[in-house]
T-cell receptor, first 115, second 113 residues
Framework: DAMVIQNPRYQVTQFGKPVTLSCSQT?????MYWYQQKSSQAPKLLFH???????NEADTPDNFQSRRPNTSFCFLDIRSPGLGDTAMYLC??????????????FGPGTRLTVL | AQSVTQLDSQVPVFEEAPVELRCNYS??????LFWYVQYPNQGLQLLLK??????LVKGINGFEAEFNKSQTSFHLRKPSVHISDTAEYFC???????????FGIGTKLQVIP
């Protein structure tokens, strides 16, 4: 089945130790998103790629970076994680052509704990 | 910019009883509307969506929602809930022609046996 896959599902890291989260998709969607979701809060968009075009949200900390080497893969790099970065990180994809919008498909998430 | 308000943070309901989860939105332009469900430690799954056409939208797992433009609402309903419906539900909106989704803060539905 076509799907959105995130690895790892659970990640524990130390304060200040860089971490990379992975997202891959078999849907061939041209838009990929990264969200941060803290406990009992709504998902917060960090950035998204529209094809190769990177779109950063204004309030996303510089500590968060992203790479999209090809259509299928997208990575979230946290250069120096702080305790406040403990959260669930969700990857989502969608297909957008012109002004037509299709719903986002979400991966299962990576639960990151910073100690 | 658009915004979404989910009026209830938690909704307890007995099994087999009906439930309504409320969602109001604000936007100066036309929007698409969605309801997502999130089970513990999982990603979000689309329940239903309103893009255009009939204002009554049917989704998966027996859920439905009605788009009310005059009241700017998109409430989610189910006539008879099951224990397995216990989850968090998010209302979401996107401006037509844009890629950015705005989520509400979520409503935790707790089904009581």
């Amino acid at each position: 089945d076509a799907m959105v896959i995130q690895n790892p599902r659970y990640q524990v890291t130390q304060f200040g130790k860089p971490v990379t989260l992975s997202c891959s998709q078999t849907l061939n969607h041209n838009v990929m998103y990264w969200y941060q979701q803290k406990s009992s809060q709504a998902p917060k968009l960090l950035f998204h790629y529209y094809d190769k075009d990177f779109n950063n949200e204004a309030d996303t900390p510089d500590n968060f970076q992203s790479r999209r080497p090809n259509t299928s893969f997208c990575f979230l790099d946290i250069r120096s994680p702080g305790l406040g970065d403990t959260a669930m990180y969700l990857c989502a994809t969608t297909s957008k052509t012109g002004i037509t919008y299709n719903e986002q498909f979400f991966g299962p998430g990576t639960r990151l704990t910073v100690l | 910019a658009q915004s979404v308000t989910q009026l209830d943070s938690q909704v307890p309901v007995f099994e087999e009883a009906p439930v309504e989860l409320r969602c109001n939105y604000s936007s100066s332009v036309s929007v698409y509307l969605f309801w997502y469900v999130q089970y513990p430690n999982q990603g979000l799954q689309l329940l239903l969506k309103y893009l255009s056409g009939s204002t009554l939208v049917k989704g998966i797992n027996g859920f439905e929602a009605e788009f009310n433009k005059s009241q700017t609402s998109f409430h989610l309903r189910k006539p008879s809930v099951h224990i397995s419906d216990t989850a968090e539900y998010f209302c979401a909106v996107i401006r037509r022609g844009y890629q950015k989704v705005t989520f509400g803060i979520g409503t935790k539905l707790q089904v009581i046996p």
